[in-house]
């Protein structure tokens, strides 16, 4: 130890940025496996919705990609969509009703309030529920399966060793990015996509194995799926100096998009709770919709990868688009509405996309591929909640580096305004209909940067050790002793801790036969002795209290080990209310003249 100029005693710092411990790498390791089974299993749901898909509408064994646009299909394909969502129905009545929406919002939900635990049949229906429902014609994408499926599967692997809750919500998350970066070829886009939404902390412990996963997915896609962007992007023109504001605007109309959105698909949802039937039924009410608009309009069905490739080449003409947007929307709310199993991610691609695309007819300078692309990340952003997920998302998608200004403009203006608009996004709403709140907002603790000399009480009121018990019977008796506080050091002759002495200590003494002339010292409690330093952080403090269930703590100088404070629990809510002082009170602190 040394002693400053300002005669300020400076003790060894142990405090570190981050808190991270050496187990980081052995997760790091696991998630080597998780990224590889996410990736296969990636691989597997595109096979599998490429299977229904053909035998569905083709009638055909066959595992090859196949795109519905432009197709002529006869009257009874009405009845194709209908008879998958029954299936889904059934598999989610009689296997696991965990099955059932986007795939994100359960994946939250499992991480949140299930300890990150998912159960084997969720990770195999979860996968053949969502094949059906697509390869039917469902209007979804295989991001929200493969999210579910993938955190499945990272979840059911971290649960065959001896973890915590903490080190199995990586996993899962892990599985769920390494499925998104197999799909996408978004490696990026997947890792924010965990932070964003999944993980709720930017933590080493967490963020280094999802990206290892991630990592591992990316380097599986070539030899699984494919490599290179999904949807290759050349921007062939120059956006004048004021064009930013022009994308802005673009984001705002994606925002209201969004938002309208979101209402109408719970607006849908409430009345088919309604329905005077049980909820087994309902995707295949919804597959009615479904299959009447793919009969007029077969660019609706599926998960339309052409059709956000026509958009981003802009190749699209305007009435394809407008019909796109239109039909899209409608049986994608009632579907979803159902309870019937698929994505959000392609869908708002495509709406968002067509929406670009049409307004880029009255936009004063880019093409309908730029405006399309535009509208497809801010569509992301405020639907989602995701700002920076959506913007690296549409330029892994695309390719396209040079767009990411105008791609984040965008996102940016939609994140805005349906934050101030809407109370949740499509994805937390849905949970906080099943009872939980989720805030997303993510700051540092007040706790880890407060220390305990700032909140302990002092001058500190001490108990001499060598005080007779008798004594302080009386003393606990008076009004100053009962009042002032619950529990009290006690110290030798040196001011040194040797133990705490609390009412219930006293209230016991007095029930009891005990020696009125022994000390205190030789009384009071001095197991297990919590106390802190001057310089802890009030966080670590408050983790001891917690787990210990000691409610008054005395404080000692590092220096000396001296008693020169305690913290009691009402000390600790000074904190926050320093905290919310901050955040509210305004004044002026420069004044002018």
């Not at 808190?19 to 990224?35: F, N, R």
């Not at 999210?147 to 769920?176: N, P």
């Not at 767009?403 to 949740?424: E, I, K, Q």
């Amino acid at each position: 130890m040394t002693r400053s100029s300002g005669a300020v005693m400076h003790t060894k710092d142990a405090l570190r940025d981050f808190t991270a411990s050496p187990q980081v790498l052995l997760i790091s390791a696991m998630a080597v496996v998780v990224g590889t089974t996410g990736a296969a299993a990636a691989w597997a749901l595109l096979k599998l919705i490429a299977f229904f898909t053909n035998l569905a509408y083709f009638q055909r064994l066959s595992v090859a990609p196949v795109d519905l646009a432009g197709a002529h299909f006869p009257l009874w394909t009405i009845a194709i969509p209908v008879v998958g969502s029954l299936v889904v129905g059934v598999i989610a009545r009689f296997g696991s009703e965990k099955i059932r929406g986007h795939g994100i919002p359960e994946a939250i939900e499992a991480i949140l309030i299930g300890q990150s635990k998912i159960e084997l049949k969720v990770a195999l229906l979860k996968p053949l529920a969502s094949a059906i429902a697509i390869g039917s014609g469902g209007p979804f994408g295989a991001e929200g399966p493969i999210i579910m499926t993938g955190g499945a599967l990272g979840s059911l692997f971290a649960q065959l060793f001896h973890l915590s809750s903490a080190e199995r919500k990586t996993l899962l998350v892990a599985g769920a990015a390494a499925g998104m970066t197999a799909v996408f070829g978004t490696p990026l886009a997947a890792l924010l996509l965990a932070v964003e939404l999944l993980l709720f902390e930017w933590k080493p412990r967490s963020f280094i194995p999802v990206a290892v996963a991630v990592v591992i997915a990316a380097l599986w896609r070539p030899w699984l799926i494919g490599s290179g962007p999904l949807f290759p992007y050349t921007m062939t023109f120059v956006m004048p100096w004021w064009g930013l504001g022009i994308c802005a605007l673009v984001g705002v109309v994606a925002g209201l998009q969004s938002a309208l959105m979101t209402v109408c698909l719970y607006a849908v949802e409430d009345l088919f709770q309604k329905l005077p039937i049980h909820w087994m039924w309902w995707p295949a009410l919804g597959g009615i919709a479904v299959g009447i608009g793919g009969y007029f309009d077969p660019a609706v069905l599926g998960v339309g990868y052409a059709n956000i490739h026509a958009l981003i080449s802009g190749t699209m003409s305007f009435s394809s688009a407008l019909s796109l947007l239109f039909d899209k929307a409608a049986i994608w709310i009632v579907a979803l509405s159902s309870g019937t199993s698929g994505g959000v991610l392609a869908p708002l691609l495509i709406m968002g996309g067509a929406l670009g695309s049409i307004e880029s007819h009255y936009l004063p300078f880019g093409d309908a591929g730029f405006w399309a692309l535009l509208g497809m990340a801010a569509i992301l952003g405020g639907t989602m909640r995701a700002p920076l997920t959506s913007t690296l998302f549409a330029f892994e998608l695309t390719g396209a580096s040079h767009l990411l200004l105008p791609l984040m403009v965008a996102s940016v203006a939609a994140f805005g305004l349906t934050m101030l608009v809407m109370r949740r996004s499509i994805l937390t709403e849905r949970i906080a209909r099943r009872g939980h709140h989720i805030s997303r907002e993510y700051s540092i603790d007040p706790f880890l940067q407060t220390r305990v000399e700032q909140i302990m009480a002092k001058p500190v009121h001490t108990l001499a050790a060598s005080i007779p018990v008798n004594e302080v019977i009386a003393f606990f008796r008076t009004a100053e002793g009962n009042k002032r506080h619950k529990s009290y050091p006690v110290v030798d002759e040196d001011g040194r801790l040797t133990g705490m002495v609390s009412r219930k200590d006293v209230l016991h003494w007095m029930q009891g036969d005990i020696d009125e002339t022994a000390t205190l010292g030789e009384m009071a409690t001095s197991d297990e002795l919590v106390s802190a330093h001057t310089d802890d952080l009030a966080g670590q403090l408050a983790d001891r209290m917690a787990m210990t269930d000691v409610g008054i703590v005395p404080v000692l100088d590092r220096e000396t080990q001296k008693v020169v404070g305690v913290v009691a629990l009402r000390d600790l809510i000074r904190v926050r209310a320093w905290r919310i002082r901050e955040e509210r009170e305004r004044r002026r602190v420069l004044r002018l003249g």
